[in-house]
């Protein structure tokens, strides 16, 4: 019994030990970021136009202050 303790305790530690270098590796590659002004520029272009186009259809649908800036926020960011 006492010989059992002990390799049941090693075990476990390596499966841990595994099992959280796997996590580790399987981490998704982070997005690239625009290196260029002129790609920056296109990005704030292409940001502004979708802007403008959710601030038409909150001004179309006739909401309010708060209202609007939700319904503005929404159309910007899905989910």
Not at 3 to 8: G, M, N, Q, S
């Amino acid at each position: 019994m006492p010989r059992v303790l002990p390799a049941l305790l090693a075990s476990c530690l390596v499966v841990s030990l595994s099992l959280s270098v796997a996590s580790a590796q399987s981490a998704p590659p982070k997005p690239q970021k625009p290196r260029s002004p002129g790609e920056m520029a296109a990005i704030d272009l292409d940001k502004n136009e979708k802007r403008a186009h959710c601030a038409a259809l909150a001004k179309e649908q006739k909401l309010h202050l708060i209202k609007r800036r939700n319904f503005i926020r929404d159309c910007m960011n899905p989910h």
